[in-house]
C-alpha cells in the first residue's frame, strides 16, 4: 500500500494516496513469475486482458475492447510513448529491455487522459527501468528451453565521472514455433537481438541530467493467406517481416524543493517494420515541459505543454494500401492539475484538464476530477469522473484492405474514412483500499464506463465486375457501455509464504445507431472474457531457495472461438551464492497447447500456446 508510484498525479506518491485503480507489477514480481516477455508480465494486473495469438504476437487491453490491433491502451517506457499513429495500439513484438532492469511497471485501469493525453482511455501502463546509477556491476543472463530456445543478455554499469553514471547492454532470444489446433508447426519462429545504454549526471543535488537509447533489429515468419485476383482467388505465403528501430531519449529534471520541480524532455524514435503485408516506415519527435509547484498549504498544481511530429512512409500491396502513401501529422498539447487538500492528510480533490490539437479532428478537450477520503491511515476510499477520447488512426483515416472470405472470388475491402471522427468515454469510478493487520491487504475498485462515436464498418454498394469486393467503410455508428469490478488481496501467509490474487468481472453492451447497417461491430462485446482469476503464490525455503507458482483461469470468448481454460506456471530459484542464481521454469503446465485468441483482421493461422520449459542462470558482480 505504501509503494511509491509517479503515473496518477505526475509525482511521486503512495498506492494508498493515489485515487485511481493502479497496480504496481515490481522487479521481485516480475523475476519471481518465471515470464520472458512484457505482455507475459501485464498477466500479473488485474483488470488487463492479456492473451497470446502465436509465437510473436498478443492482444493486450484493459476493461474491454481487446484485440490484436486493440486500441485504447496507452503505453510508456520511461517517458517515451510506444504507441503507434497506425492504429492507436501497441507492436508487442517491438517492445523489450533487459527485464533485470526494470524497476516497475506501473498499470492503471481507466483514463488517464488528463495527463497522458489522447488514446489514454481504458488504461495506461508505464514502464520504468532502474537508472545508471542504480544498475552498477556486470549482470549476465543465459538460458535455453522447449520454447525459449535461446536467449540471453549481458549489461555492465559503471562510474564515469565524479555523479556520472553509464550502463551498456546487449540482449538476444530466439522462440520457437507454436503449433495449430491440429498439432503442426505453425512456422511463426521470433529472433531479436537489441543494445543500448544509459547515462545519468547528477552534477549538483538539485539537478539531474539521464541520456538513454536503444537499437533493435529481428526476424519473425508468419504464414498469411491472401487475396490473388485469379483462381482460386487466394494464396498462402510464408515470409519473414523484418524489425528494426532505434530511439533516443534526453531528460532534464531541476528540483527547487520536496514540492517544487521542473522537467524538459524529448525524443526521437525511429521504427522500420517490412512483411508479405506491409511496409511501415516511421519517425517521431516529441518534446514536453512541466512545472510543478505548491501553492500555499493546500494546493499541489502541476502543468505542461508538448508538441509531438510523426512522419510515416508506407509500401503499399493488394492486400493493404494507404493513400497517401506518406504522411506528417503534428499534435499539440497542453495540461494542467491541481490537487487541493481540503482537511489535511484526510480529504483531497484532484482537478486536471488536458487540451490537445491533431490534424485529424481539431481540438480535443479532456477534463477530470478525482476525489481521495482517507479517514485512517490504513483505509481509503476514492471517487473519479473523467472523459477520454481516442483519436482517429492512420489506418481508420486512410487505409483499404482487401481480405478473402472463403468465398471464391469474393472479398472484403474495409475503407478507411478521412472524416472519421473521435471515440469518446465518460468514465465514472469508484475504489476502496485497505490494510487488516499487518499481514494483509484488499484493492478493489468498481466502473461504469460510457462509450460513444465507436468505430463501425458500414457496409457501401459492391460494384460490378468479378471478382467481387464488397465494401465496408469506417464510420462513428456504435455506442454502448462497459461495466466491472476489479478486487485484488495480497496475504502474507507467514515470513516466508506470500499469497497474491486477482478477480476481475467484466460485462460489455455494444449498439449501433438507427439507421446503421453494421451487423458486425455488436458482437465485439464478445471478445473479451466476463471472468478472470489468479492465484500467486511465493515461497522462500531459507535465503537461497525460492518456490513460486501462478494458476490463472480466464473464461471463454464467445466471438474469437476460445474455450474457457486454466493453466499454471511454476519456478523454482536456487542462489547457491550471493551474485549467482540459478531457476527452472515451466509455463502453461496444465495443458500441450490451448487457444488464447485467434486472428482478427489479417488471415493469419490459428495457432495455440504450447506448454513450455526452460532454464536459466543470472550472474552478478
Same mark, same amino acid.
Given at each position: 500500500?505504501?509503494?511509491?508510484?509517479?503515473?496518477?498525479?505526475?509525482?511521486?506518491?503512495?498506492?494508498?494516496?493515489?485515487?485511481?485503480?493502479?497496480?504496481?507489477?515490481?522487479?521481485?514480481?516480475?523475476?519471481?513469475?518465471?515470464?520472458?516477455?512484457?505482455?507475459?508480465?501485464?498477466?500479473?494486473?488485474?483488470?488487463?486482458?492479456?492473451?497470446?495469438?502465436?509465437?510473436?504476437?498478443?492482444?493486450?487491453?484493459?476493461?474491454?475492447?481487446?484485440?490484436?490491433?486493440?486500441?485504447?491502451?496507452?503505453?510508456?517506457?520511461?517517458?517515451?510513448?510506444?504507441?503507434?499513429?497506425?492504429?492507436?495500439?501497441?507492436?508487442?513484438?517491438?517492445?523489450?529491455?533487459?527485464?533485470?532492469?526494470?524497476?516497475?511497471?506501473?498499470?492503471?485501469?481507466?483514463?488517464?487522459?488528463?495527463?497522458?493525453?489522447? %488514446?489514454?482511455?481504458?488504461?495506461?501502463? %508505464?514502464?520504468?527501468?532502474?537508472?545508471?546509477?542504480?544498475?552498477?556491476?556486470?549482470?549476465?543472463?543465459?538460458?535455453?528451453?522447449?520454447?525459449?530456445?535461446?536467449?540471453?543478455?549481458?549489461?555492465?554499469?559503471?562510474?564515469?565521472?565524479?555523479?556520472?553514471?553509464?550502463?551498456?547492454?546487449?540482449?538476444?532470444?530466439?522462440?520457437?514455433?507454436?503449433?495449430?489446433?491440429?498439432?503442426?508447426?505453425?512456422?511463426?519462429?521470433?529472433?531479436?537481438?537489441?543494445?543500448?545504454?544509459?547515462?545519468?549526471?547528477?552534477?549538483?543535488?538539485? %539537478?539531474?541530467?539521464?541520456?538513454?537509447?536503444?537499437?533493435?533489429?529481428?526476424?519473425?515468419?508468419?504464414?498469411?493467406?491472401?487475396?490473388?485476383?485469379?483462381?482460386?482467388?487466394?494464396?498462402?505465403?510464408?515470409? %519473414?517481416?523484418?524489425?528494426?528501430?532505434?530511439?533516443?531519449?534526453?531528460?532534464?529534471?531541476?528540483?527547487?524543493?520536496?514540492?517544487?520541480?521542473?522537467?524538459?524532455?524529448?525524443?526521437?524514435?525511429?521504427?522500420?517494420?517490412?512483411?508479405?503485408?506491409?511496409?511501415?516506415?516511421?519517425?517521431?519527435?516529441?518534446?514536453?515541459?512541466?512545472?510543478?509547484?505548491?501553492?500555499?498549504?493546500?494546493?499541489?498544481?502541476?502543468?505542461?505543454?508538448?508538441?509531438?511530429?510523426?512522419?510515416?512512409?508506407?509500401?503499399?500491396?493488394?492486400?493493404?494500401?494507404?493513400?497517401?502513401?506518406?504522411?506528417?501529422?503534428?499534435?499539440?498539447?497542453?495540461?494542467?492539475?491541481?490537487?487541493?487538500?481540503?482537511?489535511?492528510?484526510?480529504?483531497?480533490?484532484?482537478?486536471?484538464?488536458?487540451?490537445?490539437?491533431?490534424?485529424?479532428?481539431?481540438?480535443?478537450?479532456?477534463?477530470?476530477?478525482?476525489?481521495?477520503?482517507?479517514?485512517?491511515?490504513?483505509?481509503?476510499?476514492?471517487?473519479?469522473?473523467?472523459?477520454?477520447?481516442?483519436?482517429?488512426?492512420?489506418?481508420?483515416?486512410?487505409?483499404?484492405?482487401?481480405?478473402?472470405?472463403?468465398?471464391?472470388?469474393?472479398?472484403?475491402?474495409?475503407?478507411?474514412?478521412?472524416?472519421?471522427?473521435?471515440?469518446?468515454?465518460?468514465?465514472?469510478?469508484?475504489?476502496?483500499?485497505?490494510?487488516?493487520?499487518?499481514?494483509?491487504?484488499?484493492?478493489?475498485?468498481?466502473?461504469?464506463?460510457?462509450?460513444?462515436?465507436?468505430?463501425?464498418?458500414?457496409?457501401?454498394?459492391?460494384?460490378?465486375?468479378?471478382?467481387?469486393?464488397?465494401?465496408?467503410?469506417?464510420?462513428?455508428?456504435?455506442?454502448?457501455?462497459?461495466?466491472?469490478?476489479?478486487?485484488?488481496?495480497?496475504?502474507?501467509?507467514?515470513?516466508?509464504?506470500?499469497?497474491?490474487?486477482?478477480?476481475?468481472?467484466?460485462?460489455?453492451?455494444?449498439?449501433?445507431?438507427?439507421?446503421?447497417?453494421?451487423?458486425?461491430?455488436?458482437?465485439?462485446?464478445?471478445?473479451?472474457?466476463?471472468?478472470?482469476?489468479?492465484?500467486?503464490?511465493?515461497?522462500?525455503?531459507?535465503?537461497?531457495?525460492?518456490?513460486?507458482?501462478?494458476?490463472?483461469?480466464?473464461?471463454?470468448?464467445?466471438?474469437?472461438?476460445?474455450?474457457?481454460?486454466?493453466?499454471?506456471?511454476?519456478?523454482?530459484?536456487?542462489?547457491?551464492?550471493?551474485?549467482?542464481?540459478?531457476?527452472?521454469?515451466?509455463?502453461?503446465?496444465?495443458?500441450?497447447?490451448?487457444?488464447?485468441?485467434?486472428?482478427?483482421?489479417?488471415?493469419?493461422?490459428?495457432?495455440?500456446?504450447?506448454?513450455?520449459?526452460?532454464?536459466?542462470?543470472?550472474?552478478?558482480?
Amino acid at each position: 500500500m505504501n509503494y511509491p508510484i509517479t503515473s496518477v498525479a505526475g509525482h511521486e506518491e503512495k498506492k494508498s494516496a493515489s485515487p485511481a485503480a493502479v497496480h504496481v507489477i515490481t522487479q521481485d514480481d516480475i523475476r519471481r513469475s518465471g515470464a520472458t516477455t512484457i505482455p507475459d508480465i501485464l498477466r500479473m494486473a488485474p483488470g488487463l486482458e492479456v492473451a497470446r495469438v502465436d509465437a510473436h504476437t498478443w492482444a493486450v487491453s484493459a476493461r474491454g475492447f481487446n484485440d490484436v490491433f486493440a486500441n485504447k491502451l496507452l503505453v510508456v517506457q520511461d517517458g517515451r510513448s510506444i504507441y503507434t499513429p497506425l492504429f492507436s495500439g501497441v507492436f508487442w513484438d517491438s517492445q523489450d529491455t533487459v527485464l533485470e532492469d526494470i524497476d516497475r511497471i506501473e498499470v492503471i485501469r481507466g483514463p488517464g487522459a488528463t495527463l497522458w493525453g489522447a %488514446n489514454a482511455v481504458n488504461g495506461v501502463i %508505464n514502464i520504468i527501468t532502474r537508472s545508471a546509477k542504480e544498475t552498477q556491476g556486470l549482470l549476465v543472463t543465459g538460458g535455453a528451453g522447449t520454447e525459449e530456445r535461446a536467449f540471453g543478455s549481458v549489461r555492465y554499469g559503471f562510474k564515469v565521472g565524479q555523479d556520472l553514471y553509464l550502463k551498456l547492454y546487449g540482449k538476444y532470444f530466439y522462440r520457437d514455433d507454436s503449433v495449430t489446433p491440429q498439432d503442426l508447426s505453425a512456422e511463426d519462429f521470433w529472433s531479436m537481438a537489441r543494445g543500448g545504454f544509459r547515462l545519468d549526471w547528477q552534477p549538483v543535488e538539485q %539537478n539531474l541530467v539521464t541520456l538513454q537509447g536503444d537499437i533493435y533489429g529481428g526476424k519473425e515468419h508468419q504464414i498469411y493467406t491472401n487475396i490473388s485476383f485469379s483462381p482460386p482467388f487466394q494464396q498462402v505465403n510464408r515470409g %519473414n517481416t523484418d524489425l528494426k528501430g532505434g530511439n533516443i531519449l534526453g531528460r532534464w529534471t531541476h528540483t527547487f524543493s520536496p514540492e517544487s520541480e521542473f522537467q524538459l524532455q524529448s525524443y526521437y524514435d525511429r521504427t522500420f517494420r517490412e512483411s508479405l503485408v506491409l511496409l511501415d516506415e516511421r519517425n517521431t519527435f516529441d518534446i514536453e515541459a512541466r512545472q510543478r509547484f505548491g501553492i500555499g498549504e493546500r494546493n499541489d498544481l502541476i502543468f505542461g505543454a508538448g508538441y509531438r511530429l510523426t512522419s510515416d512512409r508506407m509500401g503499399n500491396t493488394p492486400f493493404i494500401t494507404l493513400n497517401p502513401d506518406h504522411r506528417t501529422d503534428h499534435l499539440f498539447s497542453t495540461f494542467v492539475q491541481d490537487e487541493i487538500s481540503i482537511v489535511k492528510e484526510r480529504l483531497r480533490f484532484t482537478l486536471g484538464c488536458k487540451f490537445e490539437h491533431n490534424d485529424y479532428t481539431g481540438l480535443e478537450i479532456q477534463p477530470g476530477g478525482r476525489l481521495l477520503w482517507t479517514p485512517t491511515e490504513k483505509q481509503s476510499f476514492w471517487a473519479s469522473v473523467s472523459r477520454a477520447v481516442r483519436t482517429p488512426s492512420r489506418a481508420e483515416s486512410d487505409i483499404v484492405l482487401n481480405q478473402t472470405t472463403g468465398t471464391p472470388g469474393v472479398f472484403t475491402s474495409l475503407q478507411g474514412n478521412p472524416v472519421f471522427d473521435s471515440e469518446k468515454l465518460m468514465a465514472y469510478e469508484l475504489g476502496h483500499r485497505i490494510q487488516l493487520g499487518r499481514t494483509f491487504s484488499l484493492d478493489s475498485a468498481a466502473f461504469y464506463n460510457v462509450y460513444d462515436d465507436l468505430r463501425s464498418l458500414e457496409p457501401q454498394p459492391i460494384g460490378p465486375g468479378f471478382p467481387v469486393f464488397a465494401p465496408a467503410r469506417a464510420a462513428n455508428n456504435l455506442y454502448g457501455d462497459t461495466y466491472g469490478v476489479e478486487i485484488s488481496p495480497t496475504w502474507e501467509v507467514t515470513e516466508w509464504w506470500r499469497l497474491h490474487a486477482t478477480y476481475t468481472w467484466l460485462q460489455m453492451q455494444l449498439h449501433t445507431r438507427p439507421g446503421s447497417n453494421d451487423t458486425t461491430s455488436e458482437s465485439e462485446e464478445g471478445r473479451n472474457p466476463h471472468h478472470q482469476f489468479s492465484l500467486r503464490s511465493g515461497m522462500d525455503f531459507g535465503p537461497h531457495v525460492q518456490f513460486d507458482a501462478a494458476v490463472r483461469y480466464v473464461d471463454h470468448v464467445p466471438a474469437m472461438n476460445v474455450r474457457s481454460y486454466l493453466e499454471l506456471d511454476l519456478r523454482v530459484g536456487w542462489m547457491p551464492t550471493k551474485n549467482i542464481e540459478l531457476s527452472l521454469s515451466g509455463q502453461n503446465l496444465l495443458h500441450e497447447h490451448h487457444t488464447e485468441y485467434n486472428p482478427s483482421f489479417l488471415r493469419t493461422q490459428h495457432t495455440e500456446v504450447e506448454r513450455s520449459l526452460y532454464g536459466k542462470i543470472t550472474w552478478r558482480f
